[in-house]
């Protein structure tokens, strides 16, 4: 039977190993939490009022996201499943670039070629991913090769769900990594449901995490909702990774409180007291009685910090909202160093097409031929 790696009891007291983050350090971390929260709260808001398209929500998952980034080095990178990008946010990813790739904007920095809540940002080594489960792990595999040929000093953090267990990606990537010797972790986050299949039907084993031990490297099992076994697993992957050990799989069990994303209604696959059960087990409200045992927080002060945090969001949002759309000449631009014929021909069609039609935007001026 797999043993789950705790630190944090339910009730935010110690009955793990003390912890070495700092309650100054906690409470930071804390507060990344409380942002994820808030912002995925108001994204949902604003793809239900039809002012963005879609979102994947991280209700519950704050700890998995917080505790899993902040070991991180800068140099480091992360591979995201759909969920990440609280924990990019956490490692330099602009709150204003965040929003514009929600709203696939003149700003969004994937120019409106993916949907949106699909981020990245070159800053912090965190590349764009796909909405096809379980390809960014041979990506991620690959590159951590490619960082161990060259002598770096780089650790690839390579997320996904318990739905890409299943994926062909999935077992070769693990496959390579551990007879590479890749530095690598491999973070699942196990929130009991691929879109509507639960983890019984998926798999036989007590745990993902045994099957790291058929590719030759560690599995550990944490507790999901505990921040401090999340960042201690981590840590400890992390610099097994950089110091040359190769691969680990840490399985951060949790659970997703919300749809697998806006476009799901968990309430048709679900039992409701399975959702209050895990609502009694928040990761926010079990780090928060840590730091008020602590005497770091002070009663009511949680309160004070999230309407800061929203007020700071409602800016980006109103400042995200006023900016133009995607200009249309980008539907063709990057490809080429200049554009070729073929596709100035293409687009002026399509610009021709477009304003008579009135079904876009005027366009940017047709390109000369």
């Known amino acids: 039977m797999t043993t789950t790696f705790q630190i944090l009891s339910e009730d935010g007291t110690l009955v793990g190993e003390r912890p070495t983050l700092d309650a100054t350090k906690v409470k930071s971390l804390f507060v990344h939490m409380l942002r994820i ?25 704050e700890a998995t996201l917080v505790g899993a980034a902040a070991p991180l080095e800068p140099q480091d990178w992360l591979w995201s499943g759909l969920r990440e990008g609280g924990a990019a946010m956490m490692r330099g990813l602009p709150l204003g670039e965040y929003i514009a790739q929600m709203y696939c ?52 953090a390579i997320h996904f769900g318990d739905g890409a267990t299943s994926s062909n990606g999935f077992h070769s990537a693990m496959n390579f990594a551990g007879v590479w010797k890749v530095p690598a972790v491999f973070v699942c986050t196990d929130n009991g449901w691929a879109i509507s299949v639960c983890s019984s039907q998926q798999t ?26 999340c960042h201690a697993a981590m840590q400890k992957a992390v610099g097994w990774a950089r ?103 293409q687009y002026n069609e399509f610009i021709e097409v477009a304003e008579r039609r009135g079904d876009a935007q005027p366009g940017d001026g047709a390109f000369p031929l």
């Not at 409106?112 to 909405?131: A, D, E, I, L, V």
């Open 37 to 61: 929260r808030a912002l995925d709260g108001r994204m949902l808001k604003l793809q239900r009022a039809g002012r963005v398209g879609f979102v994947g929500t991280a209700q519950g998952l």
């Open 105 to 156: 904007n003149a700003n969004d920095t994937a120019k409106g070629r993916q949907m949106c809540n699909h981020f990245q940002h070159k800053g912090t080594n965190y590349p764009s991913w796909s909405s096809v489960i379980g390809t960014q792990i041979p990506h991620g595999v690959g590159a951590a090769f490619a960082s161990k040929q060259r002598g770096e000093d780089v650790v690839h």
């Open 204 to 229: 036989a084993a007590d745990s993902y995490a045994d099957k790291a031990e058929a590719y030759g490297m560690p599995g550990i099992e944490v507790d999901g909702n505990d921040l401090l076994a």
């Open 243 to 345: 110091s040359g050990g190769g691969p680990t799989l840490l399985v951060l069990r949790t659970y997703r409180m919300l749809g697998h994303s806006s476009s799901d209604d968990p309430t048709k696959y679900r039992d409701d007291a399975e959702v209050a059960a895990w609502a009694e087990r928040d990761p926010i409200d079990r780090v928060e009685r840590y730091l008020m045992s602590l005497g770091t927080l002070n009663p009511g002060e949680r309160d004070q910090i999230e309407a800061s945090l929203i007020e700071e969001i409602d800016a980006a949002i109103h400042e995200q909202e006023a900016a133009p759309p995607m200009a249309l000449k980008t539907l063709v631009e990057d490809v080429y160093a200049e554009v070729p014929r073929h596709l100035k021909q």
